[in-house]
């Protein structure tokens, strides 16, 4: 039981906070005609969720990670990608007229764009490594293996229940205006998140030099 709750505390801890990853799920649920045409953000994001805990409470991350040219690596492909994926999101405005789908983010673009957030987002896998990876260190067995469970557990349930909230709202927008201001709003918040990714990697260097 003690692994169960510490397990759900810390990764609700982790999780709670703005991010790449709940801003483009909340976007998501709120945007698409059916909450059915979100599953492929929701799943995937969980999917890349789930195979960053276990390879932190495995250890393997923290192998990886290791090598100060691959850590810097993903700083720079996290921030190009960000840069690019909030001129999309600012881009792509959502059209309410029944059914149609015109400049919504279609499964593929979704897994892709999930994927890409949640594996190349350097303070998420930070996070993951040195909260969830460590706190592991504290029990062996069965016991590490229900902690990490709990950890994926929730996980899964926030990004679904981030995706009904952002339906929730987007069934509060009458028109495509305000769609188009949820995305536009995204897109801010994403590229600020890039700009913060530059900010750490241009320290980085000068502390390297």
């Known amino acids: 039981m003690e692994a169960i709750l510490h397990g759900f505390i810390l990764a609700l801890g982790l999780i709670l906070p703005l991010g790449v990853q709940n801003v483009f799920i909340f ?34 991350s923290v192998i990886v990670l290791s090598f100060k040219i691959l850590q810097n690596l993903l700083w720079v492909a996290g921030f190009f990608f960000l840069a690019y994926m909030g001129w999309v999101m600012w881009r792509t405005s959502p059209e309410l007229k029944g059914e149609q789908q015109d400049n919504r983010f279609s499964g593929m673009r979704q897994i892709t764009f999930a994927a890409s957030v949640s594996l190349l987002n350097p303070h998420a896998i930070m ?38 909230a952002g339906r929730k709202v987007g069934k509060l927008a009458s028109g495509g205006m305000l769609l188009k201001r949820l995305n536009q709003i995204s897109a801010i918040i994403i590229w600020g998140m890039a700009v913060y990714m530059a900010y750490q990697l241009i320290s980085v260097y000068f502390q390297q030099v």
Request: hydrophobic share 55%.
């Open 27 to 60: 976007n998501q649920g709120a945007t698409q005609t059916r909450f059915s045409h979100a599953l492929p953000a929701i799943i995937t994001a969980s999917i890349c969720d789930t195979i960053l805990i276990t390879l932190a409470v495995t250890g393997v």
């Open 127 to 164: 996070d993951t490594i040195g909260v969830i990876g460590t706190s592991s260190l504290a029990y062996a067995g069965a016991q590490k293996w229900v902690f990490t469970m709990a950890c994926i557990v929730v996980s899964w349930i926030w990004f679904f229940s981030l995706a009904i």
